[in-house]
């Protein structure tokens, strides 16, 4: 584990969560460097993430794929507005119970709504793509450096967050066979 933590002082299911994280931190090669580089940037990026979203929810408003996903205006600006939180929330590069729990509310919602994974990812790409293509022509205020960490991070998250929809995915289809096999069982019995 990359950080020096009592493992003594803690309980066995929270060191298997964080031993869990903390794996996936090293293997994505999330130190502290990069944690340092990303919050050293964190006002520029922003900036670039906000354009980013502008356009990604541009195109979602427009195209037939994704526009359904949106009741009206107002759920779009919602979803928006979510968005840049978690962005934020990226930025800090604060991987505590908050961070956590926030995934695991994103991953919950996009299942709730039957979004399919690959949107998900897809938006990430196209935020994304818009940061590189901003920074290319911020004249080195925002390097290679700064997007090699990012990705990392953007990365990280984007597993964690599939991971928690597929869990709730997974959670939401155990509670409908259940469901099945009761009424199963009721009309076996008459």
């Known amino acids: ?11 066995e ?7 869990k994280h903390e794996e996936r931190m ?14 050293a940037g964190s006002r520029q990026l922003m900036e670039f993430i906000l354009v980013g979203l502008d356009e990604l929810y541009e195109f979602l408003a427009n195209s037939m794929f994704t526009s359904t996903y949106f009741r009206s205006e107002e759920s779009l600006q919602y979803a928006k507005s979510a968005k840049k939180r978690h962005w934020e929330c990226i930025l800090k590069c604060k991987f505590d119970k908050d ?3 926030a995934v695991d509310s994103v991953g919950r919602m996009h299942a709730k709504i039957n979004l399919p994974a690959h949107l998900y990812s897809a938006a990430y790409a196209r935020v994304f793509e818009s940061i590189c293509a901003q ?7 925002i390097g290679t450096k700064h997007l090699l960490s990012l990705n ?26 259940d469901d099945l096999e009761r009424m199963r069982v009721h ?3 008459g």
Do not use: P
Request: glycine share 2%; hydrophobic share 40%; aromatic share 8%.
């Open 26 to 39: 090293e293997v994505y090669n999330i130190d502290q460097g990069v944690r340092e580089t990303v919050r």
């Open 99 to 101: 961070y956590y729990v």
């Open 1 to 11: 584990m990359s950080r020096n933590i009592d493992l003594a002082t803690l309980s």
């Open 13 to 19: 299911d929270k060191i298997r969560v964080l031993m």
């Open 152 to 177: 990392k991070l953007v990365s990280f998250d984007n597993e964690l967050t599939l991971a928690a929809y597929y869990h709730h995915k997974i959670e939401r289809a155990e509670l409908i066979a």
């Open 187 to 189: 009309l076996a019995n």
């Open 135 to 141: 920074a290319s022509m911020s004249r080195g205020k």
